[in-house]
């Protein structure tokens, strides 16, 4: 009869124990992530039933439907440029503030609730308080025109302004979120090494630069990771703003396949519609993490 000895026995209940402890999350991890992808991916090779009439297999002709739909690619560019604009900007300002508030100043605890409090509200609340500030004639930023003599702007109402208001709303609703992160990564920067640097005649541009924001680049990759999932997941503020107007030209890819699948009831071409959605995430995700991976710096 085969014998174990203690250290076998001890490394099989540590390993039994182990994959024990990670249980909950991989069933959670299955059942809310991996199995709607892949159900998701399942009902986009099947037409959408209608009544008495089943779903039947079509392969591939929901994306040929979808290589033609302008208003897809209309949805594509917009979520686009509102991936590029939004992801930036967001971050550059978070990580200014979190500078900001990082100091030894009088009032420090109130600025840093006073960006925080955008994060706080939700997106809905945040886009009705807009909502107000873009009302023309009465809203808070006509009534801040007519003051300097400008003309009326109907800033949701314009083919040319919609998709830029939008994108000032989601800046404005998630630069404190990002805020936390930078300011919590800062907090764990040795103050030595600034002392050191000043010593050595380092200007605060290279002090920065060379030394400060390479500490910060693992909370950069989150944040861009996040930041990127965003701009792809908010519509809230699409759908009390604009409902993707005027002529689709605020119209955001997530909010596009929320129309298609409950407005006009195709759930197989929404199915596909979100599976674009998902591989723009997982390649987009996959290329930050091997380009900035190789440029960060773990303490």
Do not use: C
């Not at 440029?81 to 930036?88: E, K, L, R, S």
């Amino acid at each position: 009869m085969r014998q174990y000895s203690s250290s076998t026995r001890t490394g099989f209940f540590t390993a039994v124990h182990g994959w024990l402890m990670l249980l909950p999350a991989m069933v959670l991890l299955v059942a809310f992530t991996h199995y709607p992808a892949l159900a998701t991916l399942w009902s986009s090779l099947f037409s959408t039933p209608r009544g008495a009439r089943p779903a039947v297999f079509v392969g591939l002709d929901n994306y040929a439907v979808l290589r033609d739909d302008p208003v897809f690619w209309q949805a594509m560019w917009n979520n686009l440029v509102y991936a590029f604009w939004t992801i930036p900007v967001s971050i550059a300002i978070a990580l200014l503030m979190a500078l900001w508030v990082n100091r030894n100043m009088a009032g420090r605890g109130f600025l840093r609730l006073a960006y925080f409090t955008p994060t706080i509200l939700p997106m809905v609340a945040v886009a009705n308080i807009w909502l107000f500030f873009y009302t023309p004639q009465y809203g808070l930023l006509a009534q801040i025109g007519q003051w300097f003599g400008l003309g009326n702007v109907n800033w949701l109402g314009s083919p040319d302004t919609a998709l830029p208001a939008l994108i000032v709303v989601a800046i404005w609703k998630e630069a404190g979120f990002f805020m936390i992160f930078y300011l919590a990564a800062l907090q764990q920067v040795p103050p030595s090494l600034r002392e050191a640097a000043m010593l050595e005649g380092s200007s605060r541009w290279n002090y920065f630069r060379r030394i400060l924001f390479p500490l910060l680049m693992p909370t950069t990759l989150f944040v861009l990771v996040n930041a990127l999932i965003n701009a792809f997941r908010l519509v809230d503020h699409v759908v009390v703003m604009t409902k993707g107007g005027p002529d689709n030209a605020s119209t955001l890819l997530l909010y596009y396949i929320y129309q298609v699948g409950f407005s006009f009831w195709d759930t197989s071409y929404a199915a596909t519609l979100s599976v674009v959605l998902l591989a723009i995430l997982a390649l987009a995700a996959l290329i930050k993490f091997r380009w900035l991976d190789k440029q960060t710096h773990y303490q």
